[in-house]
């Protein structure tokens, strides 16, 4: 069984395979714990949607034959430890925002990659059309918090973790960067 695979391609998709993971675990746990509401409902899609990204991205590694590498922390998990943890509902609703701009501008980074295999190219558009939808959720739901938490309140915990996205991402997410690179294109952010 030879791989279709290059070095970088397998690490970056590996890489993507566990952000989703986390990703859904971490909104199915939370899920667990929310009364019934709009943000429940949407919540309750969200964190399906990223166990279906995790599902396609291990799909999409088989089919080009190849195994998924296994990758220790998450994105998630350092962003937690750059910017404390949310200490409510609207705090998590910020840093997922902030988070889900970050993956994103990751996945069309990799889409403009020339000449991707037609797996990966599929694979990337599928998500990133549930990905727009999480952070159009996330924006409504923000908003229609703020008689609850104040715009203000708001607005700062989106900068706060804003911060944060900046320093993991100096900090860890070169590599994802310089991986894309690897590929053949300038990446940009
Ligand atoms: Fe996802
Ligand atoms: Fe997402």
């Keep these: 069984m030879t791989t ?9 998709l590996s890489f993507y395979r566990t ?13 667990k714990t ?6 429940q409902h949407d919540m309750s899609k969200h964190f399906s ?16 034959k190849a195994q998924p590498l296994k990758l220790a922390d998450s994105y998630q998990d350092q962003y937690i430890s750059a910017a404390g943890l ?9 840093i997922t925002h902030v988070f889900e701009k970050r993956v994103i501008r990751q996945y069309a980074l990799h889409s403009r990659v020339p000449d991707l295999q037609p797996e990966i ?19 409504n739901a923000l908003q229609s918090m703020e ?4 715009k203000e ?27 894309v690179h690897g590929l053949g294109i300038l990446a940009g952010r």
């Design 4 to 12: 279709k695979l290059n070095e970088n391609e397998l690490w970056l």
């Design 19 to 31: 952000s989703e993971i986390s990703g859904a675990l971490f909104f199915g746990r939370l899920c």
């Design 34 to 39: 929310l009364k019934s509401s709009a943000v």
């Design 49 to 64: 949607d990223e166990a279906h990204h995790a599902w396609l991205w291990t799909d999409c590694i088989a089919k080009l």
């Design 86 to 94: 949310p200490a409510n509902i609207m705090e998590i609703l910020a």
């Design 121 to 139: 190219k599929e694979t990337l558009s599928a998500i990133m059309q549930d990905e727009r939808w999480h952070l159009e959720w996330v924006k």
């Design 147 to 150: 008689n609850e938490f104040g």
């Design 153 to 179: 309140n708001i607005e700062q915990a989106l900068q706060r973790f804003l911060q944060a996205d900046e320093e993991v991402y100096a900090k860890t997410m070169k590599e994802h960067e310089e991986r």
